[in-house]
């Protein structure tokens, strides 16, 4: 099977998914829940089988082209949900989930995004390409699902289900805090000065990756140290993923600089 | 003074520069930085001269953006000290609970009472506890034993860990900002270049520039020789991810450039009167050589541009130093006499442009039996290095290890605390305990109740 059969097959996966944990959402059957969760799963495996196939193919890390990265990051929002799920037992952010992955496969898809393999240019070959995308996106994905347990937490009546999604939202900022850290910050500066010289060049995409961090760091001194929780942790915890969002997507078409690969 | 270091402590005031700081940081991806005065004339009319003024043109360099930096700094640094000696006496001399209804707060918490003395239970409480890795101390207060178990009590420090990273973090900044060298060095093959501030030069083997098929530049290489008194002392081939490091420099592979002054070109020359001539010939700017035609002409190479524009007065131009539109200009000569001239174009859409023109009226008509095309052009490469050395680099690094031992330790190493009070009535032994986990509640909760319930079945 070619990688994009194999991709396509994930996305129709995703949507069945989508529609199982939109009929749990409805119906309140935790049974659709699961069948959704499952199906979710073999979604990934295959969607991991097409990353594989690319990767293969192209002979280089699968996130070197907005394609890419955005099919890698809908491949680590899944993984992140079936992980916090897995874990705190949460099947409601199944819906919301795969209805961010299905934008993402699909905006991946939309004849906007080239999806030919290019040759990678000179700067790109280093395997400081593979940590340095990979775990920061892997970090994007879990303030991802910090974002929907957020909104979630804003938009929910019952207090016991406020508090179950205030503290899901802070164990996702709890691990894609650090992973962003290491990933975008540490793992960053360390493949600037390999490739450029200098770990840091105030690059609009770097600023914006300082901005996502301060926003995250604004959002634990604030809990832990002032005790903040609820309506206000959830209203940083959005405005920080959107902060995610611009660094990943926003600065490659509104400001230009030297990250201008992706 | 009371009341400034009161200032510098608060949180709040940590809170209050992280949001100044995100938002400074935003408006330097708006204003585009460092850009030339014209730019921002045409950008923002009147408003340029104030931005510039304000140093928000260089934002991330400016004196109040590097004072919030400092003032942030001051205010890691005040909090963190603040906070960390009641957290060093935690760890080290720490407070043992000997009031047993404090511990019965506690969420989790156990009471029971055994038929056994004290020091019994003290033992087996205590062999339990080891087991699952908890450091127990012991204390007697008159009838009563208070205990207490913690493990992992470096997690309480993660957040100054994470703190002294940044700190060292800025503090290589400052130290980069100060001390570090940066020039770049433009080398032909061949070419021996000393190395700014260093007692050593740095030798161009040898450039090559290597494609894809599609055409497309997969790497830039450098053959690197580093000469010490003019002896070679290492040889590297760098490229862009393969710097060469030597002396606390480092070389790396920026960019390159063609030599232009001198390209050698490929002209064929055709005759329109006579379908079997074909005249071939390889010249330098500045050469000329015999056509061999009916008309004995001379050709010579006058110019090269590699990017050929005509420019606003219609005069020929070059664009860039990309070879995007390669023209070479040439020229005819008859018995020492100029004949016409002429531009001729590689690019093979272009090659009807080659338009010959008449040197002087007289001659008008002699040279339109001629026809050339310029088939190929050769230009020697230069190599352009970034010779870098930043102390502060190091420091960078130590900081962002101590940045991610911090996250680690914070998130990943909950510090669990038990206490209990053990005390003597009646010929048995009340156990009071109570637990704390600022972390990991639910994961402490079910080791807490293993441990209550293990005391609770034996005998």
């Known amino acids: 099977m070619t990688e994009s059969t194999i991709f396509l097959l994930t996305f129709i996966l995703y949507i069945i998914s989508a529609f199982f ?31 594989i196939v690319r990767t293969v193919e192209s002979g280089h890390a699968p996130f070197t082209n907005m394609y890419e990265s955005l099919s890698f990051l ?36 939309s004849p906007l995004m080239p999806k030919d393999v290019t040759p990678l240019v000179p700067a790109l070959q280093s395997y400081w390409l593979w940590l340095h995308v990979s775990v920061t996106l892997l970090g994007e994905a879990f303030f991802a699902v910090a974002f929907i347990t957020s909104l979630m937490y804003l938009t929910a009546k019952e207090p016991e289900k406020r508090d179950r999604m205030d503290s899901v939202s802070y164990r996702c900022v709890a691990v894609g805090f650090p992973l962003f850290t290491l990933g975008g910050l540490v793992f960053g500066m360390v493949w600037a000065y390999k490739a450029w010289g200098t ?26 140290v002032m005790g903040w929780k609820g309506k206000r942790s959830a209203i940083i915890a959005i405005i920080g993923f959107l902060a995610a969002l611009f660094t990943y997507f926003g600065v490659n078409y509104l400001l230009s600089g030297l990250h201008s690969y992706v | 003074m ?55 043109t260089g934002l991330y360099h400016s004196i109040w953006y590097l004072a919030l930096l400092g003032l942030f700094a001051l205010n890691i640094i005040v909090c963190t000290l603040e906070r960390l000696s009641p957290k060093w006496r935690r760890a080290t001399k720490p407070h043992l609970v000997v009031d047993p209804k404090s511990l019965l707060a506690l969420r989790a918490n156990v009471r029971l009472k055994r038929n056994a003395p004290p020091a019994d239970v003290q033992s087996e409480v205590t062999t339990l506890l080891a087991k699952a890795r908890y450091k127990v101390r012991t204390e007697r207060h008159g009838p009563r034993i208070a205990l207490l178990a913690r493990k992992r009590i470096g997690g309480i420090f993660g957040s100054d860990v994470v703190h ?92 390159y450039g063609w030599n232009w002054d001198s390209p050698s070109v490929e002209i064929w020359a055709k005759s329109k009167s006579d379908p079997a001539f074909l005249k071939k010939m390889t010249l330098k700017v500045g050469e000329r050589a015999l056509l061999e035609d009916k008309a004995q002409t001379t050709i010579a190479v006058k110019g090269f541009f590699p990017d050929f524009v005509l420019g606003e007065s219609k005069q020929p131009e070059n664009r ?42 007289k001659d008008k008509g002699a040279e339109t039996d001629l026809a050339f095309e310029l088939k190929k052009f050769e230009a020697g490469q230069y190599s352009v290095l970034e010779a870098a050395k930043d102390p502060g680099a190091n420091l960078i690094w130590i900081g962002c ?24 009535s009646q010929g048995k032994t009340e156990l009071i305990a109570g637990g704390i986990a600022a972390k990991s509640r639910e994961a402490f909760g079910a080791e807490f109740e293993k441990i209550a319930s293990a005391l609770r079945r034996s005998k």
């Open chain 1, 199 to 224: 770990y840091w060049s105030w690059d609009p995409k770097e600023v914006w990756s300082f901005i996502t961090w301060v926003v995250f760091a604004l959002y634990l001194h604030t809990r832990i």
């Open chain 2, 320 to 361: 860039s130093d990309q070879p995007n539109n390669p023209a070479a200009v040439i020229e005819g000569f008859r018995g020492g006499e100029k004949i016409f001239y002429a531009y001729i174009f590689a690019n093979p859409e272009f090659r009807d442009f080659a338009q010959m023109h008449a040197a002087n009226e």
């Open chain 1, 21 to 51: 944990y939109l009929a749990f959402l409805f119906s309140k059957k935790p049974d659709r829940a699961k069948i959704g969760s499952v199906i979710a799963i073999v979604g990934l495996v295959l969607h991991t089988a097409a990353l």
């Open chain 2, 401 to 424: 290890a101590l940045l991610m031992l911090g996250l680690g330790l914070a998130f990943y190493w909950p510090t669990w605390e038990i206490k209990a009070v053990l005390e003597e």
């Open chain 1, 74 to 109: 809908a491949w680590a929002s899944v993984l992140a949900f079936i992980i916090i799920d897995k874990k705190f037992g949460v099947p409601k952010i199944g819906p919301y989930l795969m209805l961010i992955a299905i934008g993402l496969v699909a905006l991946a898809s």
């Open chain 2, 2 to 56: 009371k009341r400034i270091i009161k200032f510098f402590t608060s949180i709040k005031l940590a809170i209050v520069l992280l949001i100044i700081l995100a938002a400074a940081s935003i408006l330097g991806t708006l204003i585009p930085q460092g850009r030339s005065l014209e730019e921002y004339a045409a950008r923002y009319g009147t408003l340029s001269t104030l931005f510039i003024r304000l140093q928000l």
């Open chain 2, 164 to 255: 002294l990273g940044l700190l060292i973090i800025l503090a290589g900044g400052i130290l980069s900002g100060v001390t570090s060298i940066r020039a770049n060095i433009d080398l032909s093959e061949g070419d021996v270049k000393p190395v700014p501030k260093a007692d050593f030069e740095v030798r161009l083997d040898k450039f090559t520039t290597e494609y894809y098929p599609d055409g497309s530049v997969k790497a830039w290489k450098s053959d690197l020789t580093v000469l010490e008194k003019k002896s070679p002392i290492l040889s590297k081939t760098i490229a862009v991810n393969h710097p060469l490091t030597y002396k606390g420099y480092s070389f790396y592979q920026t960019s």
